[in-house]
């Protein structure tokens, strides 16, 4: 069989009436009436009808035609004919025209499905089976037939030409793509290592990279001046709904360049991105400090296409006579609110005070929450009266209160939690009063992090160890400076999630140097882990910075799916594995000895086989 002639079933329209065409795919759905059997056939551009009927075609491929069952692969030629009036099919794009078959040839023939594929309707309002009660773990041990759904093939293809779109725009911009090794030495990105076994080398490891991170960096070193890669990275973290083991990220990095250089390219590819979702964004994107984020959102990636924006109220309340804040202020902490915007019909004083004060919030980690709603100009609640006439009007005025408006106010001597548990109501309310509008996306860059997260004696890098410092004349002994140096670092937040970050990077050997001693990391350690690339910062390195995007992220955003599962072709489950191909697997004791993590040691007979035995 040659499918030189052969025509997309989507491609088809009103215009080919009366041609003789080759169609090859799969059967889609089946119609038998009898004498004339119909199907939907479909291949990856779309549905045509194809009609068997004995008028048209020599009996024994008639006969064929009634063994056919859905998913069968097959090739049938024909020709195409207008459809009469009533039998159009608006669920199809080509539903105004048929194929009457002359041939039919079963390439191959399918098993009964364990799920229904078909996602149109032969009929005009009929219902089509759907996937959405079929078990993930089902549609992932059988993706590819997952993957025939056309909606599912769509994410593939949507994906495809995002990556192009991006491939397009950085070759424009003189950027070189280049693929940095899988089998490497670790980088830290904060997540545990994949480690691969090394059978030539007993007893060592390769890592996986957690991302391309200092190879690109090298490539700076080496004059590439603009590099990137749609780069697969590999983190072993604890499993979360929307996390893969191993994903995708559009690695670049650039020299002799400033964070305004990659605000640019980086929104410029954003744009595109969207555009190719349909989704219109329009840059510059708003930035943020970390600190404004955190003080106004409690989070440092914040959801900003809604308000109920957080206000700190301490110091209109520092010598208010309510007990429980005069002491929170006495230790040195705050208190801080939100207005809930014209909602107080909603919120009433049992869901305020019975949910809110008494559930939600000490499940977010505070003991309580105080609340007061606005009614006739006045502030009402059981604790106002505790507020002077002053403290009252100063708190309507700071939280911009009017009639109908609730306000919340938590106080803590912990000034993080504060802002996390409110962070957490601030999105906790906006879901319950439908306040976030949906199809907006609202991005925004966050800057200026702090440079290291210092608990106690951890001190931990916020991006990681190569993010140039805002300052170099820091003692990397001194706590409590490493815990006010700020970071050249940025986030891109794209509607309360992170897409993507990166950093205008150390290029100087005495602060790399300098930032391995504050993460606590000794001589020894520094030289093992790190040695190879502090020897090429000694030759004459650039300045360079870069960034990284989520791709699975961006795109399950862009094509707005419920899970990145949706728009990865072959992913792990949510607890990382394979029901596909059963990864990961137990292997022999022979490979792991090969590897070096068993030994032999000596043989021995088992039922009467020649076994060989292995230690650890
Ligand atoms: N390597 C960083 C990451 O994976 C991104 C960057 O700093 O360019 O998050």
Known sequence: MTYTERSGCGTLTLSDTDRTVQLAGWVDALRDHGDVVFIHMRDRSG??????SPEFMPPEDRRRADTLRVEFCICVTGRVVKRKKDTENPNIETGAIEVIADTLTILNKSRALPFSISEKAMVAGAAVGGTEAVGEDLRLKYRYLDLRRPSMQGNIIKRHKINKGVRDYLDQQEFIEVETPMLTKSTPEGARDYLVPSRV???????????????????MVSGLERYYQ????????DLR????????????????????????????LIVRMFAVGGIALSAPFPRMTWQEAVDTTGSDSPDI?????????TDILRSTSYGILQQVIKRGGIIKGINIKGQSDKLSKNVLQNEYAKKVIPSFGAKGMTWMRMTSGRLESNIVQFFSEEEQQAI????GAEDGDVLVMIADASHARVNRVLGMLRLHMAERLDLIPHDVYSPVWITDFPLFEVHGKTVTSTHHPFTAPDRTDFDPSDRKALAELKSRAYDIVINGEELGGGSIRI??????????????????????KFGFFLRALRYGAPPHGGLAIGMD?????ILGTPSIRDVIAFPKNRSASCPLTEAPSPVSDKQLAEAGLLEAVGVGWVDGKKVVKFTS
């Open 201 to 219: 080398h007993s007893k060592k490891f390769y890592a996986l990279p957690q991302s391309p991170q200092l190879f690109k960096q090298l490539l």
């Open 507 to 528: 290029d100087n050997i005495d602060v790399q140097h300098k930032i391995f001693q504050a993460l606590g990391l000794g001589e020894e350690e520094i030289k093992d």
């Open 305 to 313: 296409r809604f308000g109920l924006r957080l206000v700190e109220v």
């Open 553 to 557: 992220r961006v795109i399950s955003m």
């Open 396 to 399: 309507i005025q700071r939280l």
């Open 241 to 268: 709904p929307n996390r893969q083991p191993e994903f995708t990220q559009l690695d670049l990095e650039a020299s002799f360049i400033d964070e305004e250089f990659l605000y640019r390219i980086t929104e410029e």
């Open 230 to 237: 749609l780069a697969r990275c590999f983190r072993d973290e």
């Open 47 to 52: 549905i045509m009808q194809v009609v068997f």
